[in-house]
């Protein structure tokens, strides 16, 4: 039998064979059996089959032996776990753990009992650094705060400080922070958790330094720790940080501020420009025409700053905006508009937008959900836009076509 790669296969190995094999109960182990046989007995619906095969695997020098045994260390059945746990205490040298801790990672969240964590934890500083590296993120999570007490100074810092997990960076920085340690070194390049409670410990003048910061979070707290942090944000020079934090301290008074880059050659200002205005002046003026920009994040971003104020833009200018001719990103801000304004406009502008290449599956999903609430709906389109639907109809599926037409109102 070939032992599978990655040994945390065998968990779905074991569901597997016990779903195809939960008929078959009542059957007793045959005296021969090859280790294909052996190994679906190991995982059998039946608890005596799996008792038997655990006593035979006890003796088996074969590679998928102890991977099957250690499944059967967190079986349901307590005659089974016990000998198959007396059987994985004699084959488990360090070797061999280091090569099951994938696995071992994965069984120890079965709820049966802490027997797997805690072979886990005695063997963790034996095998410290590849239970660090564990592929699985909450074994891996699991091995990092097991490892606090096992690791350096040094070392905590440079996970805190570059781990791509932010949880893992999280568990270092605060394992350091309760100490008192290296609170400045985090504070510039932790985990955006970690550098807020950084920022506590070090006091307003750090958070001064720090109102303009690329994380939300940190600028908040920031914010909370200095006395009128617009005013700080007036006076710094312009960056994203700087925008950012304006928009969500200023005044309407700031609202030039923020509308002059609107203009600016970077997305990520104008961006941070936009999100700003909907705070200090949620009906400006100057934000509806960057429904045209060419950048996606920045229109989504004027999406929201526009949904629910029709009076800033009117339906006819939303309509031309999706035409083909425009990029995709422009046209379906429009369709999102439009579909906000109320529900006869969302359904005309999804049965448009069905034969479009680019926006059919957005409006495909959107028709679905309108058909799903459309007997709560108790208004009635203006006759004309009635009309279009229904002529909009005669292109669709005949039953797709017959619902909605059910769903419109009745002339009366």
Known sequence: MNEFEDVRQWVEFD???RRASWYRRGRRLARRLS???LAEAACAGDGYLREAAVERLAHSTDPEALPLLLIRCVDWVRQVREAARAAVVSKLDNSALRA??????????REVDDWMTTLLRDALPSVLDAALALEDRESRRWAHREALGLLSRERLLEI????PDFVVRAICGDALLDRGECVSELLAAGAPKVRVRALTLLGPDAAVA??????????????VLVPDPAAHYRALPVSFGTLAGLGETGTAADAALLERHLADDRPRIRRAAVRGLRRVAPESPSVPPLLTDPSPAVTR???TFLRGKPALTDVPTLRALLSPGHPVHTRRAAAALLRDRDTWLRLHTDLTLLPDPDLAADAHQDLHTWLHHS????????PALA??????????DPDLARRIRFALPKPT
């Open 210 to 223: 720090h109102l303009a910061d690329r994380s939300a979070a940190v600028r908040a707290m920031a914010q």
């Open 387 to 396: 009309a279009e639907i229904t002529t909009l109809t005669t292109a669709l």
């Open 15 to 17: 569901a597997a064979v």
């Open 301 to 303: 971003q004027v999406v």
């Open 375 to 382: 007997a709560a709906t108790y208004t009635t389109p203006p």
């Open 35 to 37: 280790r294909e046989e």
């Open 160 to 163: 805190a400080a570059t781990h």
């Open 100 to 109: 099951m801790l994938p696995l071992i990672g994965i069984l120890r969240r």
